[in-house]
């Protein structure tokens, strides 16, 4: 606009614009002007904190971090006690964090993909069903839900002496639900061992079977030679580790379960609450993923001779998935963002380990602030990775 | 002769009866296939498990007007703890003799939501509706004015409070969250990356920890001497959390409407506001009614987090009844009927938004 200004004086009769009428300029006033009232408030609230931290005795800073805790947390992936700093309370409530979002997640995407593929059945009883379950979940506050669940386990669950006990090995209790698991033996860590290198052997296999197939036209069965692979070496290293079978089976002794895995009642019902509710919108997303692909192109690949599997691998997948992804990163971002309800329920996630930290150490700024940071640090990272697939799978148009 | 035969043909055979009727549907819905019949067994098995079992709990040996100790007796569901607390799950701590006043609220409230939801009165007349209802509901709930004795606002509580929290929530974070999006559309640079950063930074983060922020750091922004309630300190936070999302939303109305519209309008000569106000957000606002309604149940199911902060909502009356000794031990029943109550509202809203989805389309 300022260079058709500059030309019109030359043409015609030299008409000055004032500037407010200008809008490169006015531009630049109305953000000069934001900018100022954005700076005063902050400077405003800053010295206000400042002054009121002073009036509180209250020290700025991460020092705390190497303090003594001197709280207990009621479950931990990593050895902690009392006596730690709060940096590592802290690394126990984001593990806390990390454990129950990431075997969420999991579970959400399974169960979401069952319950969105059950809505679509062409079995009357099934897809009613799936609907009344995605409405009624979908409709209820996640918060009552964990409460909900937490109750069953505290108000209906019996004491461990008179524990059930559904399936061999496996005992609910209101101490939580406690199950057999194998025998720590070297074997395992084989296993996993053999399983990395069955994740390699595969990426390989199909990089080479790809240029095979663009070279000769040879088509090479990846998907079965993986699976044998991923699942063969594995056994083949719990065979050559001497194949242990015995179980850690949990042993009622006094007043509680010895041996097994224990997950605590509070665990078990963040887990249940956050996954029934968040496979709920899952199975709408999968749903609508599915019927976004028209039934011609089912029938137009078919009448290219490719058969089922190839159908689905190649033709609905790729074009279901560019539908479901997005929404889906955002659903396993927002059942991270409502684990942090596990405050409420008392299992120790970083929110509520946080909590105690704010409340023993008074350092409300430096926690609040650690909250939102680890929080938008996930989340960042979960639209990075999604702006990395967009570009992978965008359509590429004329 | 043609004629005949054709009135020949016209005494066609019935159908099958197995493909008619009861039995037809039966088949074709239930046992298509091998697969279908085996699923359909199953489901059925299991909410043969079920349905009765339950039936039996909540209805047949359930009490509903007794004592605690007379429905541990009883066995089954335990409605009295609902029917004998009622008064105190759904209005909290509001004096007992002035209930009345958040009923009339609710009621008011109820009635204006009904008159919206009904596209032949979207008109002037409706806003200054809203705003003479927001206000009388305030009166009613604040009182001090018309002979109505003054009520505390730490004696809100309940139900009252969750509706309170969840539509002066979004109500006020209506025009933040339009004026967020059309920041983030602007060309200019700083206003587009304070408005990005904002919107992302909310949407980052989770409710609760705007939650922590309102309780726990508003305390120190505030020059000495000046101390907020808490309930208006969550109903920023609120405020502030939901405007990120109306923002992106309003974003979505804004992008769908074609270059073309803001051409004309420029070309007209309109200014910036004109061009808003007048052309775009208006055909903007319209598309994204049906996502509006979805925050504004979001809104509506997220201000259960205040439990967390301690605020009395509709969540921790019922809990706090729980903890009476009297009537430990019934959480399932008071969760299961607050459970309804927020399944009331989210449903006929969410069915609402559909129905209105579709005539939007259908009008396009």
Same mark, same amino acid.
């Given at each position: 606009?300022?260079?058709?200004?500059?030309?019109?004086?030359?043409?015609?009769?030299?008409?000055?614009?004032?500037?407010?009428?200008?809008?490169?300029?006015?531009?630049?006033?109305?953000?000069?002007?934001?900018?100022?009232?954005? =700076?005063?408030?902050?400077?405003?609230?800053?010295?206000?904190?400042?002054?009121?931290?002073?009036?509180?005795?209250?020290? &700025?800073?991460?020092?705390?971090?190497?303090?003594?805790?001197?709280?207990?947390?009621?479950?931990?992936?990593?050895?902690?006690?009392?006596?730690?700093?709060?940096?590592?309370?802290?690394?126990?409530?984001?593990?806390?964090?990390?454990?129950?979002?990431?075997?969420?997640?999991?579970?959400?995407?399974?169960?979401?993909?069952?319950?969105?593929?059950?809505?679509?059945?062409? *079995?009357?009883?099934?897809?009613?069903?799936?609907?009344?379950?995605?409405?009624?979940?979908?409709?209820?506050?996640?918060?009552?839900?964990?409460?909900?669940?937490?109750?069953?386990?505290?108000?209906?669950?019996?004491?461990?002496?008179?524990?059930?006990?559904?399936?061999?090995?496996?005992?609910?209790?209101?101490?939580?639900?406690?199950?057999?698991?194998?025998?720590?033996?070297?074997?395992?860590?084989?296993?996993?061992?053999?399983?990395?290198?069955?994740?390699?052997?595969?990426?390989?296999?199909?990089?080479?079977?790809?240029?095979?197939?663009?070279?000769?036209?040879?088509?090479?069965?990846?998907?079965?030679?993986?699976?044998?692979?991923?699942?063969?070496?594995?056994?083949?290293?719990?065979?050559?580790?001497?194949?242990?079978?015995?179980?850690?089976?949990?042993?009622?002794? =006094?007043?509680?379960?010895?041996?097994?895995?224990?997950?605590?009642?509070?665990?078990?019902?963040?887990?249940?609450?956050?996954?029934?509710?968040?496979?709920?919108?899952?199975?709408?997303?999968?749903?609508?993923?599915?019927?976004?692909?028209?039934?011609?192109?089912?029938?137009?690949?078919?009448?290219? =001779?490719?058969?089922?599997?190839?159908?689905?691998?190649?033709?609905?997948?790729?074009?279901?998935?560019?539908?479901?992804?997005?929404?889906? &990163?955002?659903?396993?971002? *927002?059942? &991270?963002? *409502?684990?942090?309800?596990?405050?409420?329920? =008392?299992?120790?996630?970083?929110?509520?380990?946080?909590?105690?930290?704010?409340?023993?150490?008074?350092?409300?700024?430096?926690?609040?602030?650690?909250?939102?940071?680890?929080?938008?640090?996930?989340?960042?990272?979960?639209?990075?990775?999604?702006?990395?697939?967009?570009?992978?799978?965008?359509?590429?148009?004329? | 002769?043609?004629?005949? #035969?054709?009135?020949?043909?016209?005494?066609?055979?019935?159908?099958?009866?197995? !493909?008619?009727?009861?039995?037809?549907?039966?088949?074709?819905?239930?046992?298509?296939?091998?697969?279908?019949?085996?699923?359909?067994?199953?489901?059925?098995?299991?909410?043969?498990?079920?349905?009765?079992?339950?039936?039996?709990?909540?209805?047949?040996? #359930?009490?509903?007007?007794?004592?605690?100790?007379?429905?541990?007796?009883?066995?089954?569901?335990?409605?009295? %703890?609902?029917?004998?607390?009622? !008064?105190?799950?759904?209005?909290?701590?509001?004096?007992?003799?002035?209930?009345?006043?958040?009923?009339?609220?609710? @009621?008011?409230?109820?009635?204006?939501?009904?008159?919206?939801?009904?596209?032949?009165?979207?008109?002037?007349?409706?806003?200054?509706?809203?705003?003479?209802?927001?206000?009388?509901?305030?009166?009613?709930?604040?009182?001090?004015?018309?002979?109505? +004795?003054?009520?505390? +606002?730490?004696?809100?509580?309940?139900?009252?409070?969750?509706?309170?929290?969840?539509? /002066?929530?979004?109500?006020?974070?209506?025009?933040?969250?339009?004026?967020?999006?059309?920041? !983030?559309?602007?060309?200019?640079?700083?206003?587009? +990356?304070?408005?990005?950063?904002? %919107?992302?930074? %909310?949407?980052?983060?989770? $409710?609760?920890?705007?939650?922590?922020?309102?309780?726990?750091?508003?305390?120190?922004?505030?020059?000495?001497?000046?101390?907020?309630?808490?309930?208006? !300190?969550?109903?920023?936070?609120? %405020?502030?959390?939901?405007?990120?999302?109306?923002?992106?939303?309003?974003?979505?109305?804004?992008?769908?409407?074609?270059?073309?519209?803001?051409?004309?309008?420029?070309?007209?000569?309109?200014?910036?506001?004109?061009?808003?106000?007048?052309?775009?957000?208006?055909?903007?606002?319209?598309?994204?009614?049906?996502?509006?309604?979805?925050?504004?149940?979001?809104?509506?199911?997220?201000?259960? $987090?205040?439990?967390? @902060?301690?605020?009395?909502?509709?969540?921790?009356?019922?809990?706090?009844?729980?903890?009476?000794?009297?009537?430990?031990?019934?959480?399932?029943?008071?969760?299961?009927?607050?459970?309804?109550?927020?399944?009331?509202?989210? /449903?006929?809203? +969410?069915?609402?938004?559909?129905?209105?989805?579709?005539?939007?389309?259908?009008?396009?």
């Amino acid at each position: 606009m300022a260079q058709e200004g500059t030309n019109s004086t030359e043409i015609t009769t030299p008409a000055k614009i004032p500037f407010w009428h200008d809008p490169t300029k006015r531009a630049i006033i109305y953000q000069v002007v934001v900018l100022l009232i954005v =700076g005063m408030l902050g400077y405003y609230l800053f010295t206000n904190t400042q002054a009121n931290l002073k009036r509180q005795a209250i020290a &700025t800073g991460f020092g705390f971090f190497s303090k003594e805790a001197s709280f207990e947390i009621g479950e931990s992936p990593i050895p902690y006690s009392a006596a730690d700093t709060y940096a590592r309370a802290l690394l126990v409530g984001v593990l806390n964090t990390l454990k129950v979002s990431f075997i969420g997640i999991i579970l959400t995407v399974i169960l979401g993909t069952f319950i969105g593929i059950a809505r679509l059945s062409t *079995n009357w009883l099934v897809a009613k069903l799936a609907g009344i379950y995605i409405e009624v979940m979908q409709d209820i506050p996640v918060l009552l839900q964990l409460f909900f669940w937490y109750s069953i386990s505290y108000e209906i669950l019996p004491s461990p002496r008179q524990a059930l006990n559904p399936f061999a090995g496996v005992f609910l209790t209101n101490r939580g639900l406690i199950f057999a698991v194998p025998e720590a033996h070297p074997a395992h860590v084989y296993m996993a061992l053999a399983f990395l290198v069955g994740c390699v052997a595969v990426w390989a296999l199909s990089r080479w079977a790809k240029k095979r197939q663009a070279k000769t036209g040879q088509p090479f069965p990846v998907f079965l030679v993986s699976i044998a692979i991923l699942l063969g070496l594995p056994v083949a290293a719990w065979l050559l580790g001497g194949a242990p079978l015995k179980m850690d089976v949990p042993v009622l002794r =006094g007043f509680n379960f010895q041996g097994g895995l224990t997950l605590s009642p509070e665990f078990v019902a963040l887990l249940l609450g956050l996954v029934l509710y968040t496979a709920a919108f899952v199975a709408e997303i999968v749903r609508a993923g599915i019927q976004a692909i028209s039934r011609g192109q089912v029938e137009a690949a078919m009448s290219m =001779g490719l058969k089922p599997g190839q159908v689905l691998r190649l033709v609905i997948l790729p074009q279901a998935l560019r539908v479901i992804i997005p929404p889906l &990163t955002s659903q396993m971002m *927002n059942l &991270t963002k *409502n684990s942090t309800l596990a405050v409420a329920i =008392g299992f120790p996630d970083f929110v509520s380990v946080a909590n105690t930290t704010i409340n023993q150490t008074g350092q409300a700024i430096e926690g609040v602030g650690m909250i939102m940071v680890v929080y938008l640090f996930f989340s960042l990272s979960t639209s990075a990775f999604m702006n990395w697939y967009n570009k992978r799978t965008a359509l590429v148009e004329r | 002769m043609v004629d005949s #035969s054709q009135s020949m043909q016209a005494e066609q055979l019935k159908p099958p009866i197995t !493909r008619i009727g009861v039995i037809g549907w039966l088949r074709a819905n239930l046992f298509s296939s091998v697969f279908n019949s085996v699923l359909t067994i199953v489901t059925l098995y299991f909410l043969w498990k079920i349905v009765p079992a339950f039936v039996r709990w909540a209805f047949i040996d #359930s009490s509903w007007d007794t004592t605690g100790a007379a429905c541990r007796a009883a066995g089954g569901a335990c409605w009295s %703890i609902v029917t004998k607390n009622l !008064r105190f799950i759904i209005f909290g701590f509001f004096p007992y003799e002035s209930q009345w006043r958040p009923l009339v609220a609710m @009621i008011i409230l109820f009635i204006l939501l009904l008159l919206s939801s009904n596209r032949r009165f979207w008109k002037k007349s409706l806003g200054y509706a809203w705003l003479l209802g927001l206000f009388g509901m305030g009166l009613l709930l604040k009182g001090g004015l018309f002979g109505l +004795s003054s009520v505390e +606002s730490t004696k809100w509580s309940g139900l009252p409070l969750t509706l309170l929290l969840s539509v /002066f929530g979004l109500t006020a974070a209506y025009p933040l969250g339009i004026a967020l999006a059309l920041g !983030r559309q602007s060309r200019m640079p700083a206003i587009k +990356s304070l408005c990005i950063v904002y %919107i992302e930074t %909310i949407r980052g983060v989770p $409710l609760i920890s705007l939650l922590f922020m309102s309780s726990v750091m508003f305390p120190l922004f505030l020059p000495e001497g000046i101390t907020i309630n808490n309930i208006l !300190r969550a109903q920023v936070a609120i %405020i502030l959390f939901t405007a990120a999302y109306i923002a992106e939303v309003v974003r979505g109305g804004l992008q769908a409407i074609g270059r073309g519209q803001y051409e004309a309008a420029e070309s007209m000569g309109l200014n910036y506001y004109q061009k808003m106000r007048l052309i775009i957000l208006p055909q903007a606002l319209k598309i994204v009614i049906p996502p509006t309604v979805g925050i504004l149940i979001s809104a509506f199911k997220d201000t259960s $987090l205040v439990v967390i @902060i301690g605020l009395y909502d509709l969540l921790k009356t019922t809990q706090s009844t729980l903890s009476d000794p009297r009537w430990m031990g019934f959480s399932i029943e008071a969760y299961i009927f607050i459970a309804l109550i927020y399944f009331a509202g989210c /449903f006929s809203m +969410s069915s609402y938004s559909r129905r209105l989805e579709r005539e939007l389309y259908r009008g396009n």
